[in-house]
Structures are given as C-alpha cells and as structure tokens.
T-cell receptor, first 113, second 113 residues
C-alpha cells in the first residue's frame, strides 16, 4: 500500500522568504509523485510531478521538488515566497501502473507581508 | 469552458435524502475518479472507473454508489445522506498509463443537515 505524510498542516513564511513544504512517501514499488495546489474555492492544479526521469523536478510558478529515494522524500521548495502562493498544497503518490492517486493531508501555506 | 464540470457546485440536503452529484469531462480521458475532501484529511478516493464497464471501490466507498453513463460522465450518489457525508467532493479525470496528470473539477460543497 502507498501512503503520503505531509509534515506540518500549516506553514507560515514572510514574503520573499524560502518556502519548504515537506512530503514523505511510503511505497513498495518505485512511485510517481505529485504536488498539487488548491487555491480558495477552486479545484486542484498540478504544480509538478516526478516520473523517474530527473530527480530534481521544476514546476510552475517557480516551485521545484527533489526526489530522494534514500529519504523517501519529495519536498517542495520555492526560493522566494509571493503573496499569491498562499494556498493549500497536497503531495500525492501513485503506483507505476494505474492512476490511483493517494493524497497527503495537505499543508496550508500562509505568506505574511 | 472547464475541462471537468461538476454540478451542483453547492447543495444542502436533509438527512435520509438521496442525492446525486454529476461530473462531465471534455478531456476525452478514459479514467474518472470521485474524491472527498475533509479538513486535515486531504482527499480520499471514493470510487474510480478506468472505462465505461469498469467501476472500482476506493478507500471510503460505504454509503456511496456511482454510475458511469458514458466515457465523459461519471455520477456519484448518496443513497441516504447522513451528516458525516458533509464535505467537499471532487471529480477528476486522467488518461491511461502511469504518472499522468489528473484534472480536477471545481468541487461540489455538500452539506447534510
């Protein structure tokens, strides 16, 4: 079975500061990993995904994530937070076959001015 | 127009009533999913369908049923709604194969009183 743990249900950063959202996964087979973002009153939008190519994945809006097999982690980072980054972020895992996404509990990012 | 459309967007219903949530997609994808979102729990899979003749239970299917009327349409029913089914419901679609992006609707906010 696959699972995802997101450390920190709420993260608060100042505008311009580094954003780090943590995600650890559990999977018996090499997984696919995703980060989705949910803005208020909207659906989920893909930020980036890891599909066994490069371990450092770049996504939209300046976000990137690094797959570390030894740490079973896929943390999301952005060098400089912007007010528009305030949203809820979800890490998700799926097996190599099929698209059954398993989501973490989510992390709400607050950006302070 | 949105790629994945959910109707209604908001619904208040009474305990014991039957309610149907509808989803249609214009992506042409075979795979469709229903998720439920609760604060602090992330998104949990209710049902999924890999084609019109294939329906599968997710992790929290009790109290729900689905119908795949066509490749583009996937509806979720609550046969007898109860208050703990109050949640935000999302429909999603994805192409076949592993590691592909899922596209989400805007969500249906359901309140059972």
């Amino acid at each position: 079975a696959q699972s995802v743990t997101q450390l920190g249900s709420h993260v608060s950063v100042s505008e311009g500061a580094l954003v780090l959202l943590r995600c650890n996964y559990s999977s018996s087979v090499p997984p696919y990993l995703f980060w989705y973002v949910q803005y208020p009153n909207q659906g989920l939008q893909l930020l980036l995904k890891y599909t066994s190519a490069a371990t450092l994945v770049k996504g939209i809006n300046g976000f990137e994530a690094e797959f570390k097999k030894s740490e079973t982690s896929f943390h999301l980072t952005k060098p400089s937070a912007h007010m528009s980054d305030a949203a809820e972020y979800f890490c998700a895992v799926s097996p190599p076959v099929g698209n059954k996404l398993v989501f973490g509990a989510g992390t709400i990012l607050r950006v302070k001015s | 127009d949105a790629d994945v459309t959910q109707t209604p967007r908001n619904r208040i219903t009474k305990t014991g009533k039957r309610i149907m949530l509808e989803c249609s997609q214009t992506k042409g994808h075979d795979r469709m999913y229903w998720y439920r979102q609760d604060p602090g729990l992330g998104l949990r899979l209710i049902y999924y369908s890999f084609d019109v003749k294939d329906i599968n239970k997710g992790e929290i299917s009790d109290g729900y049923s689905v119908s795949r009327q066509a490749q583009a349409k996937f509806s979720l029913s609550l046969e007898s709604a109860i208050p703990n089914q109050t949640a935000l419901y999302f429909c999603a679609t994805a192409p076949g194969g592993g590691g592909t992006e899922a596209f989400f609707g805007q969500g249906t906010r359901l309140t059972v009183v």
